[in-house]
């Protein structure tokens, strides 16, 4: 049985009480604070202050709560809009939003399908925004816009860490890169790259995250409008 129709052990009296939303709860701080490496049964029974074998009565290892908490971070995901457009846009943007508050969600995002009550929650909002597309179609688009914000934050969090490992933000890595660009170019071999280096607008991230994003769902109303 799944952890989502297993029920909780009943409350007793004991100094410390415990639930699936304490554990998780504790476990996200622990994530938030340190990533996925901070977060293990015994650093999590530390911060509730409880035996680690305490926690075997709600999940049945650690596979568990990362979905626990996967599922905890789609609560924050809620796509919404009039449209199927507006609400894969919607969906999109909270998913990059909640990756930025819970950096070790991008670690996560992507494998298997997740199946909580959340997670599940947020499907049945978009599916339904799909209603008037042909139903062989729909779970094409919703994965092709997953994929892009998945892809998406994904590289937007590994620069952030490069940049809390180095030192370096954008602008001081390419001021360090700079002189070998240009020496590289200067030889003629690359007059395309740099082309667009020198020439094309340099936008922020979020411009950059939602120009892409309407590319896909322009490539996506073309297709459904055949």
Not at 50 to 71: Q, S
Not at 95 to 116: F, I, K, M, S, V
Not at 194 to 216: E, M, N, W
Request: no cysteine.
């Amino acid at each position: 049985m799944l952890v989502w129709e297993r029920p909780e052990p009943p409350n007793r009296p004991v100094p410390v009480p415990l639930s699936r939303e304490r554990i998780v709860r504790a476990a996200i701080q622990l994530a938030d604070a340190d990533g996925l490496d901070a977060v293990s049964l015994r650093k999590v029974a530390a911060v509730l202050d409880v035996r680690p074998m305490r926690l075997y009565g709600y999940i049945a290892g650690k596979e568990e709560l990362l979905d626990l908490m996967v599922d905890a971070a789609y609560a924050e995901i809620r796509p919404a809009g009039d449209d199927w457009r507006e609400v894969l846009r919607s969906l999109a943007e909270a998913t990059r939003h909640a990756a930025h508050e819970h950096e070790w969600l991008a670690d996560l995002l992507g494998g298997r399908p997740q199946l909580g009550p959340h997670a599940l929650a947020n499907g049945e909002t978009v599916v339904a925004a799909l209603g008037d597309i042909d139903v062989d179609a729909i779970m094409p688009v919703v994965a092709a816009v997953n994929a892009y914000a998945i892809g998406a934050v994904r590289r937007e969090v590994a620069e952030r860490r490069a940049e809390r490992a180095t030192g370096m933000d954008e602008k001081r890595w390419q001021s360090s890169l700079g002189p070998y660009l240009e020496r590289t170019f200067a030889t003629g071999r690359f007059p395309a790259l740099a082309t667009v280096v020198r020439d094309a607008a340099h936008l922020d991230a979020d411009h950059t995250f939602r120009i892409g994003l309407d590319f896909v769902l322009d490539g996506i109303e073309a297709r459904i409008s055949r």
